[in-house]
Nanobody, 124 residues
């Protein structure tokens, strides 16, 4: 089982990036997939969640209205479209899979698999 994130990079404030999380070794069936981020010295922060069975989503207040999570179950891929990026969005972004998606979605301990992360830097 492997999760690989991509799409991170350097962007100016107000810009956009689209992150991808590709899963291999299992099929997106009825799982929960979330995006987290982490800044050195801080705890990992839950950003958004999607339940692959029905497409239901959840967002942290910090990103609601700016970020959009989506999934393509055929491609075993979950995306995070990030718009109106701010310098405080700078972090290492991770995707994670919960094999038994139950609330609360933003607890890191719920997740069974994690990717290695992709760096997002927002700066002028």
């Amino acid at each position: 089982v492997q999760l690989v994130e991509s799409g991170g990079g350097f962007v100016q404030p107000g810009g956009s990036l689209k992150l991808s999380c590709v899963a291999s070794g299992f099929i997106f069936d009825d799982y929960g997939v979330a995006w987290f981020r982490q800044v050195p010295g801080n705890e990992r922060e839950g950003l958004s969640f999607i339940k692959t069975a029905d497409g239901s989503t959840a967002y942290a207040d910090a990103v609601k209205g700016r970020f959009v999570i989506s999934s393509d179950n055929v491609k075993n891929t979950v995306y995070l479209q990030m718009n109106s990026l701010k310098p405080e969005d700078t972090a290492l972004y991770f995707c994670a899979v919960d094999l038994l998606p139950l609330p609360p979605w933003n607890l890191t301990s719920r997740y069974d698999y994690w990717g290695q992360g992709t760096q997002v830097t927002v700066s002028s």
